[in-house]
């Protein structure tokens, strides 16, 4: 009798440490939790980084960054960073109506652009209170997807080559780590260049 009382024993305390034990969390549960709440930046370690790679790929830099001329050629004067065209800088020197009655598009160093809808100039995509510096992220996100001048309801539709370019189609968190980015470049006092209506449109 004792012993199969002692026996009976042993197995309630033997289930209860397995109950006991099945209830807990195992530790190897632990990372992969931790890893599902930790923010995707396009597989980079932080937010900038993924803006910095999505701005280099989608070529920003081709139309907003200054030229300067070098031994093979233009190339992108890195000390003006996406600070848009230079606002004492003039637009190229071309016969606009001979340009626009032909359908034709001129570039002198891709952040000054003629054709039929007339001058329109890259933006400065600086923090510079000149730039984006007074942006808020929704602002931008607004411009971006909606082809809207400085991301205001009301303001002038943003122009070609801009309105044309396929960053339109990023997802909102894509646009978010752009701005991120950009709001980290140095400051370049430059009035963005307002556009100028085509030389044939009718008064």
């Given at each position: 009798?004792?012993?199969?009382?002692?026996?009976?024993?042993?197995?309630?305390?033997?289930?209860?440490?397995?109950?006991?034990?099945?209830?807990?969390?195992?530790?190897?549960?632990?990372?992969?939790?931790?890893?599902?709440?930790?923010?995707?930046?396009?597989?980079?370690?932080?937010?900038?980084?993924?803006?910095?790679?999505?701005?280099?790929?989608?070529?920003?830099?081709?139309?907003?960054?200054?030229?300067?001329?070098?031994?093979?050629?233009?190339?992108?004067?890195?000390?003006?960073?996406?600070?848009?065209?230079?606002?004492?800088?003039?637009?190229?020197?071309?016969?606009?109506?001979?340009?626009?009655?032909?359908g034709l598009v001129v570039t002198a160093d891709f952040t000054a652009w003629i054709g039929p809808w007339g001058i329109t100039y890259s933006a400065n995509l600086t923090p510079d209170e000149t730039g984006i510096g007074?942006?808020?992220?929704?602002?931008?996100?607004?411009?971006?997807?909606?082809?809207?001048?400085?991301?205001?309801?009301?303001?002038?539709?943003?122009?070609?080559?801009?309105?044309?370019?396929?960053?339109?189609?990023?997802?909102?968190?894509?646009?978010?780590?752009?701005?991120?980015?950009?709001?980290?470049?140095?400051?370049?006092?430059?009035?963005?260049?307002?556009?100028?209506?085509?030389?044939?449109?009718?008064?």
């Amino acid at each position: 009798m004792r012993k199969s009382y002692f026996i009976s024993l042993m197995g309630l305390a033997f289930a209860a440490i397995c109950l006991y034990g099945c209830s807990e969390k195992k530790p190897a549960e632990l990372p992969a939790a931790e890893a599902m709440e930790k923010p995707n930046f396009g597989g980079y370690e932080t937010q900038v980084l993924w803006g910095e790679h999505l701005v280099t790929i989608a070529g920003c830099g081709d139309c907003h960054t200054p030229k300067k001329m070098t031994p093979m050629g233009p190339a992108d004067d890195s000390t003006l960073l996406l600070s848009g065209h230079p606002e004492n800088l003039p637009a190229p020197d071309v016969d606009r109506k001979q340009t626009e009655s032909k359908g034709l598009v001129v570039t002198a160093d891709f952040t000054a652009w003629i054709g039929p809808w007339g001058i329109t100039y890259s933006a400065n995509l600086t923090p510079d209170e000149t730039g984006i510096g007074n942006w808020t992220e929704e602002q931008f996100i607004y411009a971006i997807k909606n082809s809207i001048s400085k991301g205001l309801p009301g303001s002038r539709p943003l122009m070609p080559p801009m309105s044309m370019m396929p960053v339109k189609h990023m997802t909102v968190d894509e646009l978010k780590a752009v701005f991120a980015f950009l709001k980290t470049l140095k400051p370049i006092k430059n009035v963005s260049v307002q556009p100028t209506p085509p030389a044939l449109a009718r008064k």
